[in-house]
Each structure stands twice: as structure tokens, then as C-alpha cells.
């Protein structure tokens, strides 16, 4: 009995270690949300409320930043250094916006994952493929899970500790000390005073911690539930490339009860599935539109950084910046492949089953998931792309095409 309650096992561990990320941010999954409107919503999440205006507060004053160097002509350095923070923010705002926008559909999604584990599970018992590629996946959950966590730790240390060191350096050459913060802000008074950098450190680093957290929550979600759903894709393989017959006789195609009863139950859970990845849709699709709009000028602007700048400690963050940005959307991109092929291999499973001992009406039902099949379930850029290898290659491309103009400019 281990073998078929292992997946619900993995997934509620999953489910446990994304809820623990969004609870930092006071938007934890509730059930309960299914039978809420959306103000009672954001009622049940004062605390994220809170985090939501403190957060907004620093992103509305580095636009006012951006808008000040517009005026005044700052550096190139200065804006590039600036951009990737202000990127990083909008698309963390984005992604919480429509998280909680969209609270019904993601509570659905866990709560049909739940109750095609529970149906698969009764319906065959030992799926040794199945099991085999499970543990395959979740390594690469967890990979995706804590690669996403590095990179983004690592750059927020950075530009925590830099100021610090800067103020070092400057206080060594010159005597005097000369206090500076993790992020380039516009405030209306002056930030370096000793009586008001205390506490305009701690609200910059809180804000960067919420911009992580708002990036790292869903996308940890959104890895969790392609992964399941994939599993669920290979349960359904396996079933339909095993389904039975209880006549004796394969030739005599009279009406078999047992073999209809199973082919109703594949179309079930078969649409149940792709009502899942349309939920997926539902919740990201606008959210991933900016995200794969701005990748390219995410990896382009901090791999410009990295290369450009002199000065050792104010370079080191973009290296955070650089990995989370190449890794965030591959992620995003290497699931959506996924989801692809696993849906399109269920016309291939319809295939290697016994179709041939069914009768008229049940070789009509298999047919029909058949044609079914051969249109992916997928995910998209709010229908301006699809989420797959091919967009990762092409973001990588126009990355590099960017990064190439930027430094043929800047020389």
C-alpha cells in the first residue's frame, strides 16, 4: 500500500513547502477562499495587505527615481544598475496580483490534484514506470525549488552587505562616512542622515525580501502542480495502455460492461486534466506575459552589469541577478514543455491498447480522446506565446542580441 499513497505523500510535502514561502507573505492556500468573494479575501489577508502597500511604497519611489534620472541625465551605469530591481518588483507585483486575483482557481487546482490522486490510485495499483519517473521529477522540483532560492538569497546578501562595505572603503580612503543603501530610491528627504538610515535600511531590505518572495511563492506553485499534473498525464498512460477486457473471447466485440465502464472513467480523469492545465492558464498566463516580455532585458541588463562595472562589490549582485533570471524562466519554460509532450503522449498510449477487442461505440469514445490528444494541453503568454523549450531558446537569442547592441553603444 506504500506505492500508491507515495504520490499523495509527495505532494502534500510540496504543497507544505510552497504554503511556508507564501505564508511569509501572509497569502497562504485556504480552502476556505473557494466560497469567498475577493474582498473577503484580501479580509482574511491583512498581513499581506500590509506587505503589499510597504512593498509598493519603495516601487513607487524608484519610479520615481527612474523619472528623476530621466530628467537630470544620469549614467548609463546608474539606470542599468537600477532597471533589474525595478523589473524584478513589477513582475513580483504581477505575479501575487493575480495568485490572489485568482484565489478559486488555484484552491481548485489543489483540490482536483487531490481527487485524481485518490481515483488513479484505486483504479490500478502498481504503475512501476509511473513510480520510476516520479522519483525522477521530484529531484528536479526540488532542484528548480532551491536553485530559485540560491540565486536569489545570494543577490539579496549582496546588495544587503554592500553599503556596508562601501561605506568602509570610502571612510578608509577619505575619513569620512558617507552612509549608502542596498537600492537606488528617490526619497524627498535625505536618506543619509543617521537619525533616518536605520530604519530606511530595514524598509529596503523588508521590500526586497517581499520582491523575492512574490517571485519565488507562485513560481514554486506553479513547478509543484506541472509536476503533478505530469504524473498524472503517465498514470493515465499506463491505465489505457493496460485497460482489460472481461470476455473470454477477444473476437466476439458484444457489449463488455467492464471495458466500457473503464474508457468512461479515462475520459473523466483525461478531462479532468486538461481542466487542470486550463486553471494553470487561467492563474499565470497574464502574469508570465511580462515575465517572458522582460526576461531578455532581465539577463541582458545584468550580464551588461556584470561586465561593466569596475567596482567589485557593486558587480557581485548582478551575478544573483543573472542566474535567477536564466533559471526563473527556463523553469517556467522547461514545465510548460512538459506539460506539452505528456498530454500529446496519451494518443500514442490510445495506440498500444487493446482498441481492437472494444465494440463500435467504445472505439468511437478511444478515438475521440485520440484526436483529443493531438492538440497539447499548454501554456501560454497570454496567448502571444507558448511556454516551451523553443521560447526559452528565443529569449536566450534576443538576450544575447540585446547585450551585444548595449555593449556596441556603451563603447
Given at each position: 500500500m506504500e506505492r500508491i499513497s507515495q504520490e499523495s505523500a509527495l505532494f502534500e510535502k510540496s504543497l507544505d513547502r510552497v504554503n511556508k514561502v507564501l505564508r511569509i507573505l501572509g497569502m497562504s492556500l485556504d480552502e476556505k477562499d473557494l466560497d469567498r468573494s475577493y474582498g473577503e479575501i484580501l479580509r482574511h489577508r491583512l498581513f499581506f495587505c500590509f506587505n503589499c502597500l510597504w512593498f509598493n511604497n519603495d516601487v513607487i519611489l524608484e519610479v520615481a527615481w527612474l523619472i528623476d534620472s530621466l530628467l537630470i541625465g544620469r549614467s548609463v551605469i546608474e539606470i542599468t544598475y537600477f532597471l533589474p530591481c525595478l523589473t524584478l518588483c513589477i513582475l513580483g507585483d504581477l505575479k501575487t496580483f493575480y495568485?490572489?486575483?485568482?484565489?478559486?482557481?488555484?484552491?481548485?487546482?489543489?483540490?482536483?490534484?487531490?481527487?485524481?490522486?485518490?481515483?488513479?490510485?484505486?483504479?490500478?495499483?502498481?504503475?512501476?514506470?509511473?513510480?520510476?519517473?516520479?522519483?525522477?521529477?521530484?529531484?528536479?522540483?526540488?532542484?528548480?525549488?532551491?536553485?530559485?532560492?540560491?540565486?536569489?538569497?545570494?543577490?539579496?546578501?549582496?546588495?544587503?552587505?554592500?553599503?556596508?562595505?562601501?561605506?568602509?572603503?570610502?571612510?578608509q580612503e577619505t575619513g569620512v562616512i558617507k552612509l549608502g543603501l542596498p537600492f537606488l530610491v528617490w526619497y524627498p528627504f535625505d536618506p543619509s542622515d543617521i537619525r533616518i538610515w536605520p530604519f530606511t535600511y530595514i524598509h529596503q531590505l523588508w521590500s526586497a525580501v517581499n520582491a523575492i518572495f512574490t517571485v519565488i511563492g507562485p513560481d514554486n506553485y506553479f513547478s509543484m502542480s506541472c509536476t503533478f499534473i505530469h504524473v498524472q498525464f503517465l498514470k493515465l498512460q499506463y491505465d489505457i495502455e493496460r485497460i482489460t477486457t472481461s470476455k473470454a473471447d477477444p473476437k466476439n466485440k458484444t457489449k463488455d460492461k467492464l471495458f466500457s465502464a473503464q474508457i468512461l472513467q479515462i475520459i473523466e480523469r483525461h478531462k479532468e486534466l486538461i481542466r487542470c492545465v486550463q486553471l494553470l492558464e487561467t492563474i499565470y498566463s497574464k502574469s508570465t506575459l511580462f515575465n517572458v516580455a522582460t526576461s531578455s532585458l532581465l539577463i541582458c541588463i545584468s550580464g551588461f552589469n556584470v561586465t561593466t562595472i569596475d567596482n567589485y562589490i557593486l558587480m557581485v549582485p548582478f551575478f544573483g541577478f543573472?542566474?535567477?533570471?536564466?533559471?526563473?524562466?527556463?523553469?517556467?519554460?522547461?514545465?510548460?514543455?512538459?506539460?506539452?509532450?505528456?498530454?500529446?503522449?496519451?494518443?500514442?498510449?490510445?495506440?498500444?491498447?487493446?482498441?481492437?477487442?472494444?465494440?463500435?461505440?467504445?472505439?468511437?469514445?478511444?478515438?475521440?480522446?485520440?484526436?483529443?490528444?493531438?492538440?497539447?494541453?499548454?501554456?501560454?503568454?497570454?496567448?502571444?506565446?507558448?511556454?516551451?523549450?523553443?521560447?526559452?531558446?528565443?529569449?536566450?537569442?534576443?538576450?544575447?542580441?540585446?547585450?551585444?547592441?548595449?555593449?556596441?553603444?556603451?563603447?
Open positions: 495568485f490572489i486575483k485568482h484565489g478559486n482557481e488555484v484552491n481548485d487546482l489543489v483540490k482536483t490534484l487531490r481527487k485524481l490522486q485518490a481515483v488513479s490510485d484505486k483504479v490500478r495499483v502498481f504503475r512501476d514506470e509511473v513510480e520510476e519517473e516520479m522519483i525522477k521529477q521530484m529531484p528536479k522540483l526540488n532542484f528548480a525549488t532551491y536553485s530559485l532560492w540560491c540565486s536569489n538569497a545570494f543577490g539579496l546578501i549582496t546588495f544587503a552587505v554592500g553599503p556596508f562595505v562601501l561605506t568602509a572603503m570610502e571612510y543573472l542566474s535567477m533570471g536564466l533559471f526563473q524562466i527556463y523553469v517556467l519554460c522547461y514545465y510548460g514543455d512538459l506539460l506539452m509532450q505528456s498530454s500529446l503522449d496519451i494518443g500514442d498510449a490510445i495506440y498500444k491498447s487493446q482498441w481492437y477487442v472494444a465494440n463500435a461505440s467504445d472505439m468511437k469514445d478511444m478515438l475521440f480522446i485520440s484526436m483529443r490528444s493531438r492538440r497539447p494541453c499548454k501554456l501560454t503568454a497570454y496567448g502571444f506565446a507558448e511556454i516551451n523549450l523553443h521560447t526559452y531558446y528565443r529569449i536566450m537569442g534576443t538576450a544575447w542580441s540585446y547585450f551585444a547592441l548595449l555593449k556596441t553603444v556603451y563603447k
